[in-house]
C-alpha cells in the first residue's frame, strides 16, 4: 500500500534536480530503485536482525497489527524494512517529521533516549515562555508609572518563587503530554531508549534491540554549550537547565552571553528583584540581531534595568560558590587574553549558546565525521560523510545539524525531509524563517539584517531599501500604552521582494508571521500592500511597512512563488 | 528616516583655536593662530512639524568619540517617536551639554562637535565656560537647555556629595593598592546617577558588597535637602542600623510641640463607652461612606457642644478663650511622620459629608497637600489606635487646644447588667487628656457622660 503511493508520487516532475542534484542527476525513480537493491545487498545484516527475539520481526502475525495501525495513521511497513522512517530523538524537530510522515502515509517509528519533547519543551522555549509570562506580569505590575497611566492602583506586588517554578515545570509536562499523545494517536512507534546509526537503514536502540528504515533522520538536537574553564555546580553556576527549574533567584546573576537565552532570562531574574551582570565576548550586546533593533533594544532591555555588562571579554574561568565565598569570575580581554577583572557574584548562568548532541550516535558506522560536533548536510538535510558525499538514505534535522537552531526550524526541515522521502523534492528556504526572542517587549526576525541585505546588494547588484515605522504611532499599542519599539523591512525597491523584517515592540514575536509567509511564499510588497489589516490592532504595524516602502512602478505584480534556495 | 534628520547641524560657529573667551562670532578674538578650525554645535533637531522640543533619549557616542558622517550620535525623543540622530560632519564629540534624560528646544545646542581632536579641550571650554552670556547667533544658549532637563530631583541631589563620575558601567572599577571594588550592577548604575563616589564606599550587601541601599544611604547623607531630593528619585529606603538620621521638617515639628507640650500642667480621666448601637448604627451606613473616624468626631462634636469648657483653650496662662467653633482634629500617621487634619464645625456638619470632608482630607494628608487650616486649626483632638487592636492609651495634649482623647478599640466584654445578670457587650476605653488650667475633672467627667449617652444612643449622630 505504501508502495504504491509512493509510486505516484514519484511520476511528479522534479524542477529543481537538473540544477542541484549532482549525487542524484538520474531520475528519481531510477534512485529509488538503486537503493532498493543497495538495501537487498544488505539482507545478511537483516537476518542478524532476525535473529534478535526483541525486535519487531516482520513476520506474518505483526504484519497484521501494523496492518491494523495503518488503519489509525501510521502507514503499513515496507516489505524488507521494519520501518519506512525512523527519527531518532522525539523533540519538536522529530515530531514534527513524525507526523508528517504518518499524514504521507509512512510507517514511521521514533526513538527517545531521554523524554519526548527534547529541549524545547522540557528545558527551553516552553518553560522559559512560563517563566516569562510572570516576568512580564510582575514587571507591568511594579511599573507603578505604568499602571498609573491606566489609571490602576497595585499595592505592592509580590511572587511566591516556588509557584512560578511549578508553573513552568507544568507547562512542560502538559505540553509533552500533549506531544507524547499527538504521536500516540496517530499510530507512531515510540520507541524509548539511546538510538544511534549501526549501518545504513539500519538503527540500534536501547540496549540491543535493532530496527531497519528505509530512511533514517538524525534529530539528536543540542545541549548547553559550556566553555572550558567553567565549573557547572547546578547550583550558583548554571546552564538554563538549571535556570529553569528557578530553585532560587539570586541577588546577583551574571549571564555569560547575550544571545536569545541570556536576554531572556535576563527579563525574568530582572523582573524577580536580581541584579545582572552580562558577559559578552564581542564588541556589543546582542549580536545577532539587526544592529538598529540591538540598539534600541539595549536601550529598552539594558539600561534602564538593574544591568551592567562587560563587552568584549571572555569568561576565562567561573568557579561556583562554596566555603562561603561567592562564585569567581576571571575575565580576559576577548581579543589579547590579557586579565582584565574578576567578578563576585551570588551565581552565574552560562548561556553561550548550544552544542549539538551527536555524541555516541554511531556515525563512524556511516564514515561521517562531526564538525565540531555538528552532523554536516547539504540544502536537503542529507547527511554528508567524511569524503563529501552524501549518505544515501540518512538525513539529520534540527540543532544537531547547526543550520539554525530553533525548534520551528527544525520542525520545517523535519518536514521538508519527509516531503523527499516520499518523493516530493523540497528545499526549505531557511531564509523564510522567523525567529523570536521573548523579552518584554519581545524582539522578532526573518530574513536578513540591514548589513547583509546592503552586502548581498552590492554584490548582486541590486538597490536595497529600509523603511520603518514605530509602535508609537499603532493605535493598539498606544491603548496598551505600549508604545515603545520599531518594525522596520528591508526591501529591494526594483522588484519589490521583501529580504528581511525586523520588529522591536508588543508582541513581536506574534507580528513576524505576515512578513516571513510572504517570503516564504515569495509575495511581493506591491501585492500585498493591498491586503487588508483589522483596525486597530497591532499588525497595522506591518501594514504600515508594507504601505511606506516605495517600490518602483515598473515592478510587476506577481502572485506566482520564486524560491529562493540558501 | 535620516532624510528628516539632516538638520541637527547648522552652519558651524568659526572658533579661533587656544581662545578661551566663549565669546564667538561677535567678537573674534585677533590671536596670533595660524589654523582657523571649527567647532560645531549639534542642535536639537526637529524631528515633526509639531515638536517644539526633544528629550535626549540617550548618547549613543561619548565625549572624545571620534564620528563618522552618517554615524547616529545621539537618539532624541520627539512627540511622536524616538529618532536616531546622524551626524553630517566628521569630527569628534567634544562636549555634551544636555546629559540623557534632558529636554531640549528645538535648535538649542545639544552638543559640540570638534573637527580635530586638539579642539575638543576648547570645545570643552566652550560648553562650560559659555554661560548665559553669548552663543553665537543661533538660539538659546545652551546652559538653559540644560537648565531644562525634567530631572530637577537629581540636580538637587547632586551637589553636596558631588564627587567625579564613576566610570561607565562596563568596566568594573578597580582602583588602585589592589583593592578592588565590588557593587552590584544596579548600585553602580545609583551611583552614576546619584553622582556618588563608590571607592571608599562599605558595602553592606553579601560579602562586603555594595549594594544599591548602600549608595542611597550616602546619597542621602549629604544633606537634609539631598534626602529629600533622595527619597523623591529612589524608593524609601530601609531602616539603616546604626545610623544617625537627622530630623525631616515634619519631624522637627512635631519634635518642638511635643516638649512645649511640657509647660502645660495636664491630668487624665478614663471611661468606658458600651458601642452595641454605634457598631449597628456603624453597619446600616457603611455602605453610604459613612467612616468609623466620622462617627466618633461627629459625637464628640455634639458632647463638646454641651461642654464648652472643654472645648476652650489657655494659651497665655491668664486668660482663656472659649472657642466659637468646634474643630475636631484627628490624628493620623503619615508616612515619615504624623498629621492631625481638622474635621471643621464637626457639629454642625452632617454626618455623610463630614464622612466625605475626612476621605478629601486624608487624601490631601497622604499627598502632603494640606493647607494650613487644614491641620492647625483643631480646637479639640481625637487619636485613635483602636485599629490597632489597643484597648486603652493615653495622648500627650497639643499645645494651644484644651483636650485630646485617646480612643482604644472596641472590644466584646463580659459585663454584669443592672438587672443582675451577665451580659456581653462591645466597649471600648476612651481617655482624655486635658489641660488643668481651665478645665477640671467635673468637666471632664461630665463631658464623657454626655459623650457615652450619645454613642451609646446614637440617633442623634444622623440627625
Known amino acids: 500500500m505504501a508502495l504504491s503511493f509512493s509510486q505516484t508520487s514519484f511520476t511528479r516532475p522534479n524542477h529543481v534536480l537538473g540544477s542541484t542534484g549532482s549525487v542524484f542527476s538520474t531520475p528519481r525513480s531510477l534512485r529509488f530503485c538503486g537503493l532498493r537493491r543497495e538495501a537487498f545487498g544488505f539482507s545478511p545484516s537483516n537476518q542478524l536482525a532476525l535473529r534478535s527475539d526483541r525486535i519487531r520481526i516482520p513476520s506474518r502475525k505483526s504484519f497484521q497489527v501494523f496492518a491494523s495501525a495503518s488503519s489509525n495513521g501510521n502507514g503499513a511497513p515496507p516489505k524488507s524494512f521494519d520501518y519506512d522512517l525512523i527519527i531518532i530523538g522525539a523533540g519538536v524537530g522529530g515530531h514534527g517529521a513524525a507526523l508528517h510522515a504518518v499524514e504521507k502515509g509512512l510507517k514511521t517509528a521514533i526513538i527517545e533516549g531521554d523524554v519526548v519533547g527534547g529541549t524545547c519543551v522540557n528545558r527551553g522555549c516552553v518553560p522559559s515562555k512560563a517563566l516569562l509570562a510572570v516576568s512580564g506580569r510582575m514587571r507591568e505590575l511594579q511599573n507603578e508609572h505604568h499602571m498609573k497611566s491606566f489609571g490602576l492602583q497595585v499595592s505592592a506586588a509580590g511572587y511566591d518563587r516556588q509557584g512560578v517554578a511549578d508553573h513552568a515545570n507544568n507547562l512542560a509536562t502538559k505540553i509533552r503530554n500533549n506531544l507524547t499523545n499527538s504521536m500516540k494517536a496517530l499510530g507512531v512507534d515510540i520507541l524509548t531508549g539511546f538510538g544511534s546509526v549501526l549501518g545504513p537503514q539500519k538503527v540500534k536502540y536501547g540496549k540491543d534491540n535493532i530496527i531497519t528504515a528505509k530512511d533514517i533522520i538524525i534529530a539528536t538536537g543540542s545541549v548547553p554549550f559550556v566553555p572550558k574553564g567553567i565549573e557547572v555546580d547546578g547550583k550558583t553556576v548554571i546552564t538554563s537547565d538549571h535556570a529553569l527549574k528557578l530553585e532560587s533567584v539570586p541577588d546577583w546573576i551574571a549571564i555569560v552571553g547575550s544571545g536569545y537565552i541570556g536576554l531572556e532570562f535576563s527579563d525574568v531574574y530582572t523582573a524577580l528583584g536580581s541584579e545582572v551582570t552580562f558577559i559578552e565576548a564581542l564588541d556589543q550586546l546582542m549580536p545577532g540581531f539587526d544592529p538598529e533593533i540591538s540598539k534600541l533594544a539595549q536601550r529598552v532591555l539594558i539600561n534602564p534595568r538593574k544591568i551592567d555588562y562587560h563587552t568584549g571579554v571572555f569568561a576565562s574561568k567561573i568557579t561556583p560558590a562554596k566555603d562561603g565565598k561567592p562564585v569567581l569570575i576571571e575575565l580576559i580581554d576577548a581579543k589579547t587574553k590579557e586579565p582584565k577583572d574578576t567578578l563576585e557574584v551570588d551565581a552565574a548562568l552560562i548561556a553561550t549558546g548550544r552544542a549539538p548532541f551527536t555524541n555516541g550516535l554511531g556515525l563512524e558506522n556511516v564514515n561521517v565525521v562531526t564538525q565540531r560536533g555538528f552532523i554536516p548536510v547539504d540544502e536537503r538535510m542529507r547527511v554528508i560523510d567524511g569524503n563529501g558525499t552524501l549518505v544515501p538514505n540518512l538525513y539529520c534535522i534540527g540543532d544537531a545539524n547547526g543550520k539554525l537552531m530553533l525548534a520551528h526550524a527544525a520542525s520545517a526541515q523535519g518536514i521538508s525531509v519527509v516531503e523527499q522521502v516520499s518523493g516530493r523534492d523540497h528545499v526549505l528556504n531557511h531564509l523564510s524563517i522567523p525567529a523570536a526572542c521573548f523579552t518584554h517587549p519581545e524582539i522578532s526576525m526573518v530574513g536578513l539584517t540591514e548589513p547583509q541585505a546592503k552586502e548581498k546588494g552590492e554584490k548582486e547588484g541590486f538597490k536595497v531599501s529600509v523603511v520603518k515605522t514605530s509602535f508609537k504611532a499603532n493605535t493598539k499599542a498606544l491603548a496598551e500604552n505600549e508604545g515603545e519599539g520599531i518594525a522596520k523591512m528591508i526591501y529591494r525597491p526594483d522588484n519589490g521582494e521583501i529580504l528581511g523584517v525586523h520588529i522591536f515592540g508588543l508582541h513581536a514575536a506574534d507580528l513576524i508571521h505576515e512578513a516571513s509567509n510572504a517570503i516564504a511564499l515569495g509575495t511581493r510588497i506591491q501585492d500585498i500592500k493591498l491586503a487588508v489589516h483589522a483596525h486597530p490592532t497591532l499588525s497595522e504595524v506591518l501594514d504600515e511597512l508594507f504601505k511606506a516602502a516605495k517600490v518602483e512602478s515598473h515592478a510587476t505584480t506577481r502572485t506566482v512563488s520564486e524560491k529562493v534556495v540558501v | ?463
Request: hydrophobic share 45%; with cysteine.
Open chain 2, 1 to 463: 528616516m535620516s532624510r528628516l534628520l539632516q538638520t541637527p547641524f547648522l552652519p558651524s560657529v568659526t572658533l579661533p583655536t587656544k581662545t578661551r573667551s566663549s565669546v564667538t562670532g561677535f567678537r573674534v578674538k585677533p590671536r596670533i593662530i595660524p589654523i582657523q578650525a571649527k567647532i560645531r554645535e549639534i542642535f536639537m533637531p526637529a524631528l515633526s512639524s509639531t515638536m517644539t522640543e526633544g528629550k535626549i533619549v540617550s548618547w549613543v557616542k561619548s565625549e572624545g568619540d571620534k564620528l563618522n558622517k552618517g554615524e547616529s550620535v545621539v537618539v532624541v525623543e520627539s512627540d511622536k517617536a524616538d529618532m536616531d540622530v546622524e551626524t553630517f560632519y566628521d569630527g569628534y564629540l567634544a562636549a555634551i551639554m544636555v546629559e540623557e534624560g534632558g529636554v531640549a528646544p528645538v535648535g538649542s545646542a545639544i552638543a559640540l562637535l570638534a573637527e580635530t581632536e586638539d579642539e575638543i579641550a576648547d570645545a570643552k571650554a566652550k560648553a562650560s565656560g559659555g554661560g548665559g552670556d553669548s552663543q553665537a547667533p543661533t538660539s538659546s544658549p545652551p546652559t538653559a537647555a540644560i537648565e531644562a532637563p525634567v530631572s530637577v530631583e537629581k540636580k538637587i541631589a547632586a551637589p553636596p556629595v558631588s564627587v567625579k563620575a564613576v566610570a561607565a558601567s562596563a568596566v568594573h572599577p578597580a582602583s588602585e593598592g589592589g583593592k578592588r571594588i565590588v557593587a552590584s550592577p544596579y548600585a553602580k548604575k545609583l551611583a552614576k546617577e546619584l553622582k556618588v563616589e563608590l571607592a571608599g564606599l562599605v558595602g553592606s550587601g553579601p560579602m562586603g558588597r555594595i549594594v544599591a541601599k548602600d549608595v542611597e544611604a550616602v546619597a542621602a547623607g549629604g544633606g537634609v535637602q539631598a534626602a529629600v531630593a533622595v527619597k523623591e528619585v529612589v524608593a524609601a529606603p530601609g531602616v539603616e542600623l546604626g545610623s544617625v538620621v537627622p530630623f525631616t521638617t515634619m519631624q522637627g515639628a512635631v519634635s518642638r510641640n511635643m516638649v512645649e507640650s511640657l509647660t502645660v500642667p495636664t491630668f487624665r480621666v478614663g471611661y468606658t463607652i458600651t458601642t452595641d448601637a454605634l457598631d449597628a448604627l456603624y453597619k446600616k451606613i457603611k455602605s453610604k461612606g459613612v467612616t468609623m473616624t466620622a462617627l466618633l468626631a461627629k459625637a464628640t462634636a455634639l458632647a463638646l457642644a454641651k461642654h464648652p469648657v472643654v472645648n476652650s483653650s489657655c494659651r497665655d496662662g491668664n486668660s482663656f478663650v472659649y472657642n466659637s467653633s468646634i474643630n475636631v482634629a484627628v490624628a493620623v500617621a503619615i508616612d515619615g511622620g504624623l498629621i492631625t487634619p481638622v474635621l471643621q464645625n464637626a457639629d454642625k456638619v452632617d454626618i455623610y459629608s463630614l464622612s466625605r470632608k475626612w476621605k478629601e482630607l486624608v487624601d490631601k494628608a497622604r499627598a502632603k497637600q494640606l493647607q494650613p487650616q487644614e491641620y492647625n486649626t483643631g480646637t479639640f483632638t481625637l487619636s485613635n489606635l483602636g485599629m490597632f487592636g489597643v484597648d486603652r492609651f493615653d495622648a500627650i495634649l497639643p499645645p494651644g487646644t484644651g483636650a485630646i482623647m485617646a480612643v482604644g478599640a472596641s472590644q466584646p466584654s463580659v459585663v454584669a447588667t443592672k438587672d443582675g445578670r451577665i451580659g456581653m457587650k462591645n466597649q471600648m476605653q476612651v481617655n482624655v487628656t486635658a489641660d488643668h488650667r481651665v478645665i477640671y475633672g467635673s468637666d471632664l467627667a461630665q463631658f464623657l457622660q454626655t459623650l457615652a449617652s450619645i454613642i451609646e444612643d446614637p440617633k442623634d449622630l444622623t440627625f
